[in-house]
């Protein structure tokens, strides 16, 4: 029901920032739970951020302060602002969304890597 298209990946060196998007398609983008997800090699996947529908934020104490989620309904994406990035923010990140009320479902995008050079 849901496709999640990741963008916005590279090679950078530590301290420089990223933008990453995830597009969104579903006309009823506006009801999902979004997030962002990370696994570096070797490693299960982890929790980077989260927004709700109603605009409501966390985040992993590893990125708190540093990331920033957020989306725009009317384009259906959701963003990720990565500052002041580490080599250990190296990873695949992906998208989720998360819909449903009685009966939730995930889904997933493909994936985008960020690489950060010490």
């Known amino acids: 029901q849901v496709q999640l298209v990741e963008s916005g990946g590279g090679l950078v060196q530590a301290g420089v920032s990223l933008r990453l998007s995830c597009a969104a398609s579903g006309r009823s983008f506006s009801t999902y739970a979004m997030g962002w997800f990370r696994q570096a090699p070797g490693k299960e996947r982890e929790f980077v951020a989260a927004?709700?529908?109603?605009?409501?934020?966390n985040y992993a104490d590893s990125v708190k302060g540093r990331f920033t989620i957020s989306r725009d309904n009317a384009k259906r994406t959701v963003y990720l602002q990565m500052n002041s990035l580490k080599p250990d923010d190296t990873a695949i990140y992906y998208c989720?969304?998360?819909?449903?009320?009685?009966?939730?479902?995930?889904?997933w995008g493909q994936g985008t890597q960020v690489t950060v050079s010490s």
């Open positions: 989720n969304a998360q819909t449903g009320i009685s009966s939730i479902r995930n889904y």
């Open positions: 927004i709700t529908n109603y605009g409501s934020t």
